[in-house]
């Protein structure tokens, strides 16, 4: 069954907001896996928009303690992002300092109001190699952001990643009209998993949609669900909404 990794990005957007701590990202985190999250989700920015270094800290304290053995913990973000004067120590260094189960690598760059691309692997890659190369000695699962083409998931499969994570925004716009883009996702799934590599998906995945491309690309090892779950437990909870999407991965048809 496709695990759920729920993003708490915008729980920390919310409490950024104002000079508060609430809502607590720790209680989100807290609830989501009560009500049956497999993972944990952030991606921390160099302007700290939403999630934070002491988050991202302070849920690798929450996740190492026994209760929580099962439950991955999953830090997004562009590798090549380097220390900030605002105290963003790098992504890397805050990696290597929470030891997160996956680290999913994004080509996003800080202007970005979101993540919209995945990794054009095309030309001299030695810098990320080296990076995928750190992470895979850490015992860090890496998975890369990627579109749904064929060329670059080969690339990615040669640079050592584990995983690649689909970006399936294009997927979510096109709802509704959506067979073409849907069949390019599952061949490109097809063609990464002869070579070796596992499939995650994120980005616009809903409670409309989220079940009918998981049941075409199966099978599908994670999503990772953030701005559409979040949005939904304004009007439903988030444990209630958390199980919404959990029964739809249960059941995808």
Not at 81 to 95: K, R, Y
Not at 128 to 141: C, D, G, Y
Not at 164 to 180: N, R, S
Not at 195 to 218: Q, T, Y
């Amino acid at each position: 069954m496709t695990s759920l990794s729920v993003n708490l990005n915008k729980v920390a957007l919310i409490r950024n907001s104002r000079d508060t701590t609430i809502p607590s990202v720790i209680e989100a985190a807290r609830t989501s896996i009560a009500a049956g999250a497999d993972g944990i989700t952030v991606h921390p920015r160099p302007d700290m928009r939403h999630i934070r270094p002491t988050d991202v800290t302070d849920l690798a304290t929450l996740l190492a303690q026994p209760e929580f053995a099962t439950i991955e913990f999953n830090i997004e973000g562009n590798p090549f992002e380097g220390p900030q004067d605002n105290g963003f120590p790098g992504f890397m260094a805050l990696v290597k300092q929470t030891m997160p189960e996956q680290c999913t690598l994004v080509p996003d760059n800080p202007v970005q109001l979101t993540s919209d691309h995945g990794w054009d692997l095309a030309g001299d890659n030695a810098s990320l190699a080296a990076i995928i190369n750190q992470l895979k000695a850490l015992n860090i699962r890496v998975s890369l952001f990627m579109d749904p083409v064929e060329s670059q998931i080969e690339l990615a499969a040669n640079l050592g990643a584990d995983r690649i994570e689909f970006y399936t925004g294009p997927y979510a716009d096109a709802y509704g009209d959506h067979q073409a883009i849907l069949s390019r996702f599952k061949e490109a799934a097809v063609f990464a998993r002869s070579l070796g590599l596992g499939i995650n998906a994120g980005h616009d995945l809903n409670l409309e949609n989220l079940g009918e491309f998981c049941l075409a690309v199966a099978p599908v090892d994670e999503v990772s669900i953030g701005h559409a779950l979040i949005t939904d437990a304004l009007w439903s909870g988030l444990a209630p909404t958390v199980r919404r999407y959990k029964a739809i991965l249960e059941n995808p048809g």
